[in-house]
Structures are given as C-alpha cells and as structure tokens.
C-alpha cells in the first residue's frame, strides 16, 4: 500500500519561506505531486518530481530524494492567497493509474 | 472549455434515499477518476475510467456505489441507501492520456450532507 506523511498545520508572515515535508511509503514509484487547495475550492496542481532534484516554479519549488523517500514544497516570499491547505501525492495503482494523498498541510500566512 | 464541473454543488439527503451525482470533464479528456473527501483530510480514490471503461475500484467503494460512463464523456456517481458516513465532498478529476497521471484538473465537488 502506499502513505504519505506531512505536517497538519504550518503559520508564517507574509514574505517568508515555507517547506512542507513529504515522507512516503509506496509499493511501486513513479513520482511526487504536489496540489494546493483553497478552502471550498479545488484541488490545483502545482508540481510534479520524476527525479530526483529541485523544481522551480515561480515563488514555488518542489523537491525530491528518492533514496530518501522524501521530497518537499518550498513556498517563497509568501503572500496572504498561499493561504490554504497543501498535498502531496504519489501515482498509484496500476500503472499508476491513481492519485494516493497524504494528509494535507494547512498553511496560515499572517500579515 | 471551462474546466471539470459537477453537478450538484451541495446535497443534503435522508439517510436510506439515493442520490446521484454528474461531472463533467474537460472535452478531451479520456480519463476520468472519483476522489472523496472529508474534512481536514486529502482525496481518497474511489474509481478511475478510461473512456468509457471502470478499470479500478477501491475497496472503499461499496456495493451501495455505482458510477457509469456511459459514452466516454461525462460520468454518473450514485450511492443508494445512503448513511450518515457517506457526507463528505465528492470530487470528480480528469486528465489527458499524454500526460500520463502526473496532473489531475479537479471539478468544485459535490458536498453531500446526510441527516
């Protein structure tokens, strides 16, 4: 089977870096995802990682140890719309076929 | 194409009535995937087609949930004799073939209260 385990709740001002840790556990591996949600919203895709190393996105960056079965979202210069809940996530299944979510990490940013 | 939407939005039910539950996905999309969601908690997969074919079900889908693909475009989720278990927000998501399963777009939800 497969799990992922990230923080449940992270608070920062605005303008400061964030990172949300991922550990997984899965039985076949494919890559990361990450998605962010807004409360009542939908879930959004933000990154994927197939390799091992950092993505850059903008103020957002992904990272993934595959050794290490960890990988992390590094939000930068934080604005009050980063506000929300973020996930990550590991194609399941079949030929991956799925999308198996850890946990959530509520982020809180503060003026 | 505006994106994923589901229809309705909210649902509130007795429990032991059926509801049933539409979505839409983005037009060239070919597979179609059921998520559901409780509060604080991430997605769980429920089922995924390609096309028009189911090709997985979770075990947490039970024989009170049926969804139907019918002609490979929009999808029918049901659950019949609901439960007061069964409240949580249904989302539905869609992605293209090329892409592989790397992103998901997701339609707004369904939030199924049953009282």
């Known amino acids: 089977g497969q799990s992922l385990e990230q923080p449940s709740e992270v608070t920062a001002v605005e303008g400061a870096i964030v990172q949300i840790n991922c550990t997984y556990q899965t039985s076949g591996f494919y890559g990361l995802s990450w998605y962010q949600q807004h409360d009542g919203g939908a879930p959004t895709f933000l990154s994927y990682n197939a390799l091992d190393g950092l993505e850059e996105t903008g103020r957002f960056s992904s990272f993934l140890s595959r050794s290490d079965s960890y990988g992390y979202l590094l939000l930068q210069e934080l604005q009050m719309k980063d506000s929300a809940s973020y996930f990550c996530a590991v194609p399941s299944g079949a030929a991956g076929n799925k999308l198996t979510f850890g946990g959530g990490t509520r982020v809180l940013v503060k003026p | 194409d505006t994106g994923v939407s589901q229809d309705p939005r909210h649902k509130i039910t007795k429990r032991g009535q059926n509801v049933t539950f539409r979505c839409d996905p983005i037009?060239?999309?070919?597979?179609l995937y059921w998520y559901r969601q409780t509060l604080g908690q991430g997605p769980e997969f429920l089922t995924y087609f390609q096309n028009e074919a189911q090709l997985e079900k979770s075990r947490l889908l039970s024989d009170r949930f049926s969804a139907e693909r019918p002609k490979g475009s929009f999808s029918t989720l049901e659950i019949q004799r609901t439960e007061q278990g069964d409240s949580a927000m249904y989302l539905c998501?869609?992605?293209?073939?090329?892409?592989?399963?790397?992103?998901?777009?997701f339609g707004q939800g369904t939030r199924l209260t049953v009282v």
């Open positions: 998501a869609s992605s293209s073939n090329a892409g592989g399963d790397t992103e998901a777009f």
């Open positions: 037009s060239e999309h070919n597979r």
